[in-house]
């Protein structure tokens, strides 16, 4: 009877780590959180949390539930949930949120915009209902005594 060995696959021991001395250029897909503490360069999608710490540095495009950035960022960044931003944080770019913890000394440069709030416009923004021309009044003369 052969020996088989069980594997844990609970979401506590599921995080892709990119370690300090890690550069990568290219794309990270998963469902899982992700930390990164090296150079990343590329897109990311997870459903998780996203992470950069301190020495992290990110470049391109990220689309995640939430995110802690304490490093930099650059680029355009997507959350659907919390947005944190940390106090040696550098965030350069456009970012999609409509959950913002941003500390004191936060170093921000570029676009916040609350997806939200743009869906809301976008419907309050819906032009009017198109009528038929109406025929012009007809032109009165002056009456004269």
């Given at each position: 009877?052969?020996?088989?060995?069980?594997?844990?696959?609970?979401?506590?021991?599921?995080?892709?780590?990119?370690?300090?001395?890690t550069k990568i250029i290219g794309n990270i897909t998963t469902q899982h959180d992700i930390r990164i503490d090296g150079y990343l360069e590329?897109?990311?999608?997870?459903?998780?949390?996203?992470?950069?710490?301190?020495?992290?540095?990110?470049?391109?495009?990220?689309?995640?539930?939430?995110?802690?950035?304490?490093?930099?960022?650059?680029?355009?960044l997507k959350v659907s949930e919390l947005t944190s931003l940390r106090e040696k944080c550098v965030f350069t770019g456009e970012l999609h949120?409509?959950?913002?913890?941003?500390?004191?000394?936060?170093?921000?440069?570029?676009?916040?915009?609350?997806?939200?709030?743009?869906?809301?416009?976008?419907?309050?923004?819906?032009?009017?209902?198109?009528?038929?021309?109406?025929?012009?009044?007809?032109?009165?003369?002056?009456?004269?005594?």
């Amino acid at each position: 009877m052969p020996l088989e060995k069980k594997i844990d696959s609970s979401p506590m021991n599921n995080v892709t780590r990119i370690s300090g001395d890690t550069k990568i250029i290219g794309n990270i897909t998963t469902q899982h959180d992700i930390r990164i503490d090296g150079y990343l360069e590329g897109k990311i999608k997870t459903d998780g949390k996203l992470v950069i710490g301190e020495t992290g540095i990110c470049v391109g495009e990220a689309e995640c539930e939430s995110v802690d950035i304490s490093g930099a960022f650059d680029g355009v960044l997507k959350v659907s949930e919390l947005t944190s931003l940390r106090e040696k944080c550098v965030f350069t770019g456009e970012l999609h949120s409509d959950q913002l913890s941003v500390e004191p000394s936060v170093r921000i440069s570029g676009q916040l915009i609350s997806p939200e709030l743009s869906k809301s416009k976008d419907k309050k923004s819906v032009p009017p209902t198109v009528s038929a021309p109406r025929e012009p009044a007809p032109a009165v003369a002056p009456e004269t005594k």
